[in-house]
């Protein structure tokens, strides 16, 4: 258990409204990912963090924003929700920016 | 750009069947290549890192290894609870903070009783 937990783990809303996701660790790790996976697509990076209000984009970051104002939080962002933002959202977190540990994924259906 | 192929898409053995998943990856500069299986519902679950042509790791049944363009996951004498997505996934060495894993579409391994 790498001490991720995501909120909230399913979640149905409109087309059109914000939506806040949720990617909460116990063990002070410095880097943090968010990834949607969707068949046919595999894994793909939205955002990357790799300290405090150090932020990156991924391949996939159009309509997404995060924000991390602590070590333990990074948030992800769905400013206006499309419909091809219906996906399973996996946070993830590194120690030393090698091998990643996942979450148990967020489940979001945009309708 | 990083690339990652997995091989096949969908296996079914036996149980005691012994066999084997590819990855097929293209990165300038391999920082590491890493294994995860996937339990439907459930997020990726890390197995082994590699990092060098030639190297190998092991866990239970399960070996992977590792060349230059490749590597392979050996499953030997497989249990219906080694059913699973496989994953693989390639860092690049590219400097800075970037530290993004670039998957394949995974192996669907289903082992029957």
């Known amino acids: 258990d790498a001490g991720i937990t995501q909120s909230p783990r399913h979640k149905v809303t409109e087309t059109g409204t914000p939506v806040t996701l949720r990617c909460h660790q116990t063990?002070?790790?410095?880097?943090m990912y968010w990834y949607r996976q969707d068949p046919g697509h595999g894994l793909r990076l939205i955002h990357y963090?790799?300290?405090?209000?150090?932020?990156d984009k991924g391949e996939v970051s159009d309509g997404y924003s995060v924000s991390r104002s602590k070590t333990e939080d990074f948030l992800l962002t769905l400013e206006s929700a499309t419909s091809s933002q219906t996906s399973v959202y996996f946070c993830a977190i590194s120690v030393l920016g090698y091998e990643q540990f996942f979450g148990p994924g967020t489940r979001l259906t945009v309708l | 750009e990083d690339q990652v192929t997995q091989s096949p898409e969908a296996l079914r053995l036996q149980e005691g069947e012994s066999s084997s998943l590819n990855c097929s990856y293209t990165?300038?500069?391999?920082?590491?290549l890493f294994w995860y299986r996937q339990d439907p519902g459930k997020g990726p679950e890390f197995l082994f890192t590699l990092y060098s042509a030639g190297e190998e790791k092991e866990k239970e049944r399960l070996k992977a290894t590792l060349t230059k363009k490749e590597s392979f996951l050996h499953i030997t004498a497989p249990k219906p609870e080694d059913s699973a997505t496989y994953l693989c996934?390639?860092?690049?060495?590219?400097?800075?903070?970037?530290?993004?894993?670039?998957f394949g579409k995974g192996t669907l391994l289903t082992v029957n009783p």
């Open positions: 996934a390639v860092q690049a060495d590219r400097g800075g903070s970037n530290y993004k894993l670039t």
């Open positions: 963090s790799y300290g405090v209000k150090d932020t």
């Open positions: 063990e002070n790790h410095r880097y």
């Open positions: 990165v300038s500069g391999l920082r590491g």
